[in-house]
Antibody, heavy 116, light 108 residues
Framework: QLQLVESGGGLVKPGGSLRLSCAASGFTFSDSFISWIRQAPGKALEWVAHIDGSGNIKYYGDSVRGRFTVSRDNAKNSVYLQMNSLRADDTAVYYC?????????WGQGTMVTVSS | EVVLTQSPGTLSLSPGDTATLSCRASQSVSSSYLAWYQQKPGQAPRLLIYNRSNRATGISDRFSGSGSGTDFTLTISRLEPEDFAVYYCQQYSNSQWTFGQGTKVEIK
């Protein structure tokens, strides 16, 4: 069964850090681009970052570049999103999805709340 | 950055109707890189259409995608109760994704 499962969300204070994980199963993980997409409450989807299968190619959205870092461990079939200098407007459900040009499989999401 | 504008914001229709959703790009988008998703409350988005007109695995043939350049359309024929949801278009260019703001298809 093709599956992505996110974890690591929670409540964090402004300026704090959090690391999200995305665990994959059911497909050849090391061949797959993985993307992170977020959705603020009641808002549209926003692409955050993605990483290629080798972990050598990474791209970021303008709103997170320099604060967020995407990485992966193919031995663990996992992708990570390290989020630093968090702001209130980073509050959202964070999804991971498989694919370079579109998301063919999505996880169920993990909620990140940035609040004092 | 390519900006995608979806219209209308809300579409009020009855089961059995045909829904026509529009997605307009601020600059030309390769047809290979235009996708559509369906999202229901509390759920993750689900891929419907990729590469402008290809249905994803398991997607009903009532869903069809068309268009080119800057204008793309998602058509949903014979609306079923489970089709009432929010729909997003998404494009890929310059190694980035952008999404439209969504169209809500609601029961009239």
């Amino acid at each position: 069964q093709l599956q992505l499962v996110e974890s690591g969300g929670g409540l964090v204070k402004p300026g704090g850090s959090l690391r999200l994980s995305c665990a994959a199963s059911g497909f050849t993980f090391s061949d797959s681009f993985i993307s992170w997409i977020r959705q603020a409450p009641g808002k549209a989807l926003e692409w955050v970052a993605h990483i290629d299968g080798s972990g050598n190619i990474k791209y970021y959205g303008d709103s997170v570049r320099g604060r967020f870092t995407v990485s992966r461990d193919n031995a663990k079939n996992s992708v990570y999103l390290q989020m630093n200098s968090l702001r209130a407007d980073d509050t959202a459900v964070y999804y991971c999805a498989r694919g370079r040009s579109y998301g063919s499989i999505w996880g169920q999401g993990t909620m990140v709340t940035v609040s004092s | 950055e390519v900006v995608l504008t979806q219209s209308p914001g809300t579409l009020s229709l009855s089961p059995g109707d045909t829904a026509t959703l529009s997605c307009r790009a601020s600059q030309s988008v390769s047809s290979s890189y235009l996708a559509w998703y369906q999202q229901k409350p509390g759920q993750a988005p689900r891929l419907l259409i990729y590469n402008r007109s290809n249905r994803a695995t398991g997607i009903s043939d009532r869903f069809s995608g068309s268009g080119s350049g800057t204008d793309f359309t998602l058509t949903i024929s014979r609306l079923e109760p489970e089709d009432f949801a929010v729909y997003y278009c998404q494009q890929y260019s310059n190694s980035q994704w952008t999404f439209g703001q969504g169209t809500k298809v609601e029961i009239k």
